[in-house]
Every structure is written in C-alpha cells, then in structure tokens.
C-alpha cells in the first residue's frame, strides 16, 4: 500500500485541494522528502570525506614526507627537552643556517655554537612543527615548513628547513631559514 493510497480524499472549494490533488501532493510531498534525504546524505557524505581529508592531511603524506615529519618533531623536541646534544645529530655536516641579516652559520660546528644560547634556560625560547612536507622524486631531498611558535604559543614566524638523506639513512638539515609569520598561518 502507498502512502497516496492512506491520504485521505478531501474536497474544498477555490480548487486548493480537490480529491483528485490530494493524493499527487502526498506523492510529490514523498518524493521531494526523498530527493532532499538523498542530498543530504551526499553533503554528509562530501563533508565526511573534506574532513577526514582535512584532518588526515598528514596521514595521506607519503612514507618519505611522514620520515622527514617525524626527523622534524624529533629535531623540534631537541628544543622543547634542552638538548642540544640531539639538537646536533640532526644538523648535516656541512649545514648552513640562516641567523638573520647578515648572519650566516656555515657547518656543524658553527650551527652548534650560534645555537647553543638558544638551549640555555629552563624553558626553549621557541617551538615549531611540520606543516608542509616536500620531497623530491630521488627521495634524498626534502622541505619542511611551518609555524614557529613563542614561549606562550602565538604564532612568532616560519621555519623553512632543507633536509637531504646522508649515507646513513638519516635525514638532516643542511638548510634552515626562518622568516616573519606566513599570511593566513
């Protein structure tokens, strides 16, 4: 039985409903709470897969971007634990460092010097993460960037790091320059 056939008939005057309309609107009443139930299970269904797209932004990276990732976070929680020690071991050899204008810290040991003030203190100066990963095709060269954070969490500039992968496995920044706050970041 259809619900066109449940519709009672009714007539009344000025031909708003006649007992020949009234089962039609009941129909076409059925048939528009259909179309507008299946539009919105599609906008569901579009704004469920925008989200997760969203929020799994980094979970939809390649293995190589999710590796230079997690090099950067552990690089970033060198800072945040004070050890400049671990802070080292994922600067290259021949790393250059840009230390604002003018400022130029050529190697390992020059960056291990102009970053040692940084590490002095109880609480880091600065916190950053990866928001942007990029790796090259060769998969030996890659880009990081992101926000750099203050001690009370705003938004204090961009982190840009160049991370090439070394003979060992590893992958260590032999770039790094930093710059004012992204628009819209």
């Known amino acids: 039985m259809t ?8 007539r ?14 009941a129909v ?18 579009l704004t469920v897969v925008f989200t997760a797209g969203s929020a799994q932004a980094q979970e939809g990276w390649s293995a190589l ?3 230079v990732a997690a090099s950067e976070r ?7 634990d004070r050890d400049h020690g671990a802070f080292m071991t994922h600067v290259a050899e021949d790393a250059v460092f840009f ?23 109880a609480q880091a100066p600065f916190s950053w993460e990866p928001k942007e990963v990029e790796v090259l095709a ?15 969490g705003s938004n204090i500039g961009t982190f840009n790091s160049v991370w090439r992968l070394e003979s060992d496995g590893k992958w260590r920044v032999v770039f790094d320059k930093g710059c004012p706050p992204c628009p819209g970041g």
């Open 99 to 121: 230390g604002g204008p003018g400022v130029v810290l050529t190697g390992r040991q020059a960056v291990a010097d102009g970053w040692r003030r940084f590490f002095d203190g």
């Open 138 to 152: 060769s998969g030996t060269l890659a880009l990081s960037s992101g926000p750099v954070y203050g001690p009370d």
């Open 65 to 67: 971007q999710r590796e």
């Open 28 to 45: 076409n009443h059925q048939r528009e709470g259909s179309i507008r139930m299946r539009h919105v299970r599609r906008l569901l269904c």
């Open 74 to 80: 552990a690089f970033a929680r060198s800072m945040t």
């Open 12 to 25: 009344v005057s000025r031909g708003d409903v006649t007992s020949e309309t009234a089962p039609l609107r």
């Open 3 to 10: 619900l066109a056939a449940l519709v009672p008939r009714v």
